[in-house]
């Protein structure tokens, strides 16, 4: 949808080199309504949530993606474990996450709270 904000992990948008190995720097693009963007960068594990809502203030949709499978059960996981925070936070508001989690974390084990690299507020056009 045009006007939408999204945020990217930069390597998706290249076919040489499609994943991250463990260890390397991870970047998502976040692109809001009019074209500006921003740059998050780490050494992490890194996972995005985004909500969206219908430009006729209909249904919300919630996109979870990591970088790798684990990253992508972190960000629903946190979304679950923080789902009144974020609400409090950003009320109907759309908004991106940007998450980061140590490359060695054992998800299988325990759930270690990622790190909060970006909280992004998305005015509605």
Known sequence: M????????VRELSTDLASHAVGEEVEVAI?????GQQSIKAVKN???IEKSTR??????????????ADTSWVAVEYLVRNWRRLAKQFKDEDFIIVLGS???????ADYPEPTL??????PRS
């Open 2 to 9: 045009e006007g939408i904000a999204r945020a990217t992990i």
């Open 31 to 35: 692109t809001v309504g009019d074209g």
């Open 46 to 48: 890194i996972a995005v």
């Open 55 to 68: 430009p006729d203030g209909g249904a919300a949709a919630f996109y979870c993606l990591g970088v790798r």
């Open 102 to 108: 140590a490359w060695e974390a054992d998800y299988f």
């Open 117 to 122: 690299l970006a909280a992004v507020r998305v």
